[in-house]
């Protein structure tokens, strides 16, 4: 079955304590995505990748780190977080052709104290 | 720039059919699509529609594009309860990896 696969799915951790939200694809999709969804602000870009090695900040990047090592992983690094960090995040993945629709995990629910 | 907006909250009766809107504002989009988001789940591909058509319809939902007036929106035929949900609007631009950029969402609650 094809998955974006995020872990874990829900966190409750304190400010300052490293923390990293995986995310793995098993469709063979060179463009991953990382998007955090607030109430009323809907989803918005973090980072995204086109392919292994290849990464670029989204709109709201400050504060986070990602690294695509291999093409099925996408993990976003939280080094120092903060309450303001506190958010439901999203991993997306989507194939080379920019107009196939991304397909989105099930989210990870952070709240950092 | 990029803003797409949409109404936070939609009721509507079990069988009656519900419409939901979404304005954009860059008219480079490319795709745009609607996602449903289900309470604890992720975001759920519905249907999308390339920037040159004015309707796409698949089975209950039906798409319309007003281009000139950069207007999306999803109507869904004979509503049900399953249909309860978030709905995003997407816009999917040239650029900056072709990222989507949602709307706020709108909660549409269907009642007996």
């Known amino acids: 079955e094809a998955q974006v696969t995020q872990n874990p799915r829900y966190l409750i951790t304190v400010t300052g304590k490293k923390l990293t939200v995986t995310c793995s694809q098993n469709?063979?999709?060179?463009?991953m995505s990382w998007y955090r969804q607030d109430p009323g602000l809907g989803l918005r870009q973090i980072y995204y990748?086109?392919?292994?090695?290849?990464?670029d900040k989204g709109d709201v990047p400050e504060g986070y780190k990602v690294s695509r090592k291999e093409k099925r992983n996408f993990p976003l690094i939280l080094e120092s977080p903060s309450p303001n960090q506190t958010s439901l995040y999203f991993c997306?993945?989507?194939?080379?052709?920019?107009?196939?629709?991304?397909?989105f995990g099930d989210g990870t629910r952070l709240s950092i104290l | 720039g990029e803003d797409v907006e949409q109404s936070l909250f939609l009721s509507v009766r079990e069988g009656d059919s519900s419409v939901i809107n979404c304005t954009y504002t860059?008219?480079?989009?490319?795709?745009l699509y609607w996602y449903k988001q289900e309470p604890g789940a992720g975001l759920q591909l519905l249907t999308y529609?390339?920037?040159?058509?004015d309707m796409k319809q698949d089975q209950r939902l039906t798409v319309l594009l007003n281009k000139k007036d950069k207007h999306l929106s999803l109507r869904i035929a004979d509503t049900q309860t399953g249909d309860s949900a978030i709905y995003f609007c997407?816009?999917?631009?040239?650029?900056?990896?072709?990222?989507?950029?949602f709307g706020t969402g709108t909660q549409l609650k269907v009642e007996l």
């Open positions: 469709m063979n999709h060179e463009y």
């Open positions: 990748s086109m392919n292994v090695e290849v990464t």
């Open positions: 997407a816009e999917s631009l040239t650029g900056g990896g072709n990222k989507l950029t």
């Open positions: 860059d008219s480079s989009s490319t795709y």
């Open positions: 529609i390339f920037s040159n058509m």
């Open positions: 997306a993945s989507r194939g080379t052709n920019s107009n196939q629709p991304q397909h």
